[in-house]
């Protein structure tokens, strides 16, 4: 099986930065994408980061610059660093990650994700 488990959120005021992290256990030797979504409330979950197969990276255009995503292989670890945070920032992010399963001749998408740890940017 598949565990995802996030941490590194919190309170913080507008302005501030904030490191989340996903521990990732289990098998996951066949990597499609690893990233991170977020839903406010009220909100559709939406993509803010992710890290594709080929290497190449996906940011949400309003969040380019701000946040950072970064993969760690050998810790099997990915991190979302996000800086000069706003309250519409405010969200539960989670974590997630998209393996690719052969089965015969037919591949598989399964997808796993994490409990979600919420960021709250607050004055």
């Known amino acids: 099986q598949v565990q995802l488990v996030e941490s590194g959120g919190g309170l913080v005021q507008p302005g501030e930065s904030l490191r989340l992290s996903c521990a990732v256990s289990?098998?996951?030797?066949?990597?499609?994408?690893m990233g991170w979504y977020r839903q406010g409330p009220g909100k559709q979950r939406e993509l803010v980061a992710r890290?594709?197969?080929?290497?190449?990276?996906d940011y949400a255009d309003s969040l380019k610059g701000r946040f950072t995503i970064s993969r760690d292989n050998a810790g099997s670890t990915v991190s979302l660093q996000l800086n000069s945070l706003k309250p519409e920032d405010t969200a539960v992010y989670y974590c997630?990650?998209?393996?690719?399963?052969?089965?015969?001749?037919?591949?598989?998408?399964?997808?796993?994700w994490g409990q979600g740890t919420q960021v709250t940017v607050s004055s």
């Open positions: 997630h990650v998209q393996l690719i399963r052969k089965s015969g001749p037919h591949y598989y998408a399964d997808d796993y």
């Open positions: 289990g098998s996951i030797s066949s990597i499609n994408a």
């Open positions: 890290i594709l197969t080929g290497g190449g990276t």
